[in-house]
């Protein structure tokens, strides 16, 4: 339930291409991936199911434009730290920070990375 489309014009990209930069349109680096969240919402009803609860970005499946298991390093499972003073002097109850540390390269960029080679590896 992925379909690609470009904020310029609108235009739907079809067959959706997880490696498109830009729209074959209007030409511009405008496009964006869009999900059909309902019916994720309905498949996660209850939480994500007990077989997806692994490390790595597979147990979003539904979310992603590409099978990412296979190629998985375990991105994932980074702790949120509390930041009460942080929250404190910003006049929230509530927040909390993502600790990429423990990511294979301790970057954030690691899920994109994992994402990337996982729609690369698609195409051969």
């Known amino acids: 339930d992925l379909s690609i489309v470009c904020f310029a014009c609108g235009a739907e990209v079809t067959p959706p291409d997880v490696l498109a930069t830009l729209c074959p349109h209007c030409k511009r680096p405008t496009l964006n991936a869009r999900y059909n969240y309902a019916h994720v919402a309905t498949?996660?009803?209850d939480g994500i199911p007990s077989n997806r609860l692994m490390k790595g970005m597979g147990r979003y499946a539904e979310l992603?434009?590409?099978h990412v298991d296979a190629?998985?390093?375990q991105e994932g499972w980074t702790?949120?730290?509390p930041c009460m003073v942080l929250g404190r002097e910003h006049g929230f109850h509530r927040v909390y920070m993502k600790d990429e540390r423990s990511l294979p390269t301790t970057s954030f960029k690691d899920r994109q990375a994992c994402s990337t080679v996982a729609a690369l590896k698609s195409r051969g």
């Open 64 to 66: 992603l434009p590409t």
């Open 79 to 81: 702790p949120l730290i």
């Open 43 to 45: 498949m996660w009803r």
């Open 71 to 73: 190629i998985s390093l």
